[in-house]
C-alpha cells in the first residue's frame, strides 16, 4: 500500500508563539521549524520533528497549507523536503519548490465559481473596523484576510461576517489573529487530489484543525482533527476520522504519531 500523508501545517503540525500561548505550551524540548526577520517563529515538539523526519521512508508526505507561497518558504520541515506542497489553500501548487503553473487553469475555473475577490475585499475593508484591525492582506488575488486585535472585536461579528460571505460562495476561518475570507470553491483537497494522482498513492492521510481543513478531511480516506480550533469547536467528526487525545503543540506531536502508525 502506498501512502499519502497530506497535513495542515499551522496549529496542526507547527506551532506559532501565539498558538503555544494559547494552549499554555513553553518552548521547553521544542525545535523551531520558521525563521521570520531573524526570530523563530513556529515550533514542533523535538520527538514529533524526529518522527516527521522519519515519516518520508514509508510514505509521501505533503504539507497542505492556506499559508501563500513566500509564507510556507519560511518554514523548514525536519527531513528532507517534501516534492510537492499545496499552498494557498490549494490555489499554488509547487512542485520542488517552484509554482506549477499548469494548476493556474484549474484555479481559474474554481474561483469563476463565486463572487469576485474585489467585492469580498471592499466589504471586509468596510467592515474591519480600523479600532480593532491591524492589517489587511490579498495572498495572490485568490483571497484575502484580515490581522485583528482578536479581545476587540465585536461579539457576533464573525458570524454575521459568515452569513454575507456564504451568500457569495465564500467562507470565513477564523485562526489565531487572522480572519480568512476564502472563496468555497478554492479548497485544499482537489489541490491534494491532483498529487495524490501524479504520485499514484492508494491512501490519502490527513490532518487538520481549521474549517478550510474540512473538505481535506472529508476527502481523506482516513483523517485526524486536533483537539483544538475550529472544526473541534465546531464538533465537525466523521466517520473515517479520529481526534487527537491531547490539544496545543502536543496535539501536533500525536498528529504525525498517528500518520506513522497508519504507514507502518
Ligand atoms: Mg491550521
Not at 484591525?133 to 484575502?144: E, S, Y
Request: proline share 3%; aromatic share 8%.
Amino acid at each position: 500500500m502506498t501512502f499519502l500523508c497530506a497535513t495542515d501545517l499551522d496549529r496542526t503540525l507547527i506551532y506559532s508563539r501565539g498558538a503555544l500561548e494559547t494552549h499554555g505550551d513553553t518552548l521547553r524540548s521544542l525545535v523551531a521549524v520558521e525563521r521570520r526577520e531573524g526570530k523563530s517563529a513556529s515550533w514542533m515538539t523535538e520527538r514529533a520533528a524526529a518522527a516527521f523526519a522519519g515519516l518520508h521512508e514509508h510514505a509521501a508526505v505533503l504539507p497542505v497549507t492556506t499559508r501563500t507561497p513566500e509564507q510556507w518558504h519560511r518554514v523548514r520541515l525536519p527531513g528532507a523536503p517534501a516534492r510537492y506542497a499545496v499552498t494557498a489553500n490549494g490555489g499554488v501548487l509547487l512542485v520542488n519548490g517552484h509554482v506549477d503553473h499548469s494548476w493556474d487553469a484549474v484555479v481559474a475555473a474554481e474561483l469563476a465559481q463565486c463572487a469576485p475577490l474585489a467585492e469580498i475585499w471592499a466589504h471586509m475593508s468596510q467592515v474591519c473596523r480600523p479600532e480593532w484591525t491591524v492589517k489587511l492582506r490579498n495572498a495572490r488575488g485568490m483571497f484575502c484576510y484580515a490581522v485583528l486585535h482578536r479581545k476587540r472585536v465585536p461579539p457576533g461579528f464573525v458570524a454575521e461576517a459568515s452569513g454575507w460571505a456564504a451568500q457569495r460562495g465564500w467562507q470565513l476561518s477564523l485562526q489565531g489573529r487572522k480572519l480568512y475570507w476564502v472563496p468555497r470553491s478554492l479548497t485544499k483537497s482537489v489541490a491534494v487530489a491532483e498529487v495524490a494522482r501524479r504520485l499514484e498513492t492508494e491512501v490519502v492521510l490527513a490532518a487538520g484543525d481549521s474549517l478550510l481543513d474540512a473538505d481535506l478531511l472529508d476527502y481523506a480516506d482516513r483523517a485526524i482533527v486536533a483537539r483544538h480550533g475550529e472544526l473541534f469547536a465546531a464538533g465537525w467528526s466523521a466517520a473515517h476520522a479520529t481526534v487527537t487525545a491531547e490539544s496545543g503543540v502536543r496535539a501536533g506531536a500525536e498528529i504525525v504519531d498517528w500518520f506513522a502508525a497508519q504507514v507502518t
